[in-house]
């Protein structure tokens, strides 16, 4: 593993390393973001969105393995609107 690597693992856990990623939100989702980690349902924005991504992952992978099964045909696109 290199230096750059190294530097981007950040904490491991439940023995996986974690790699800071970033991305832009617009304002609003972080505004809801925050009344959800507020409302302590989530301990911080990162566990928020590690749950999320987690989630929304499984459940499409799940529908494609359900369509390609089927022989449904699918746009591949799973997008779910916050605007």
Do not use: C, W
């Amino acid at each position: 593993m290199s230096k750059v690597e190294r530097k981007k693992v950040r904490r491991v856990r439940r023995g996986v390393p974690n790699r800071i990623v970033s991305f832009h939100a617009p304002e609003k989702l972080l505004e809801m973001m925050d009344m959800v980690v507020e409302m302590g349902l989530a301990q911080n924005r990162s566990e928020l969105i590690r749950k999320a991504i987690e989630q929304y992952t499984v459940n499409m992978l799940t529908f494609y393995t359900t369509v390609k099964k089927s022989g449904s045909s699918t746009s591949g696109r799973g997008e779910v609107g916050y605007r």
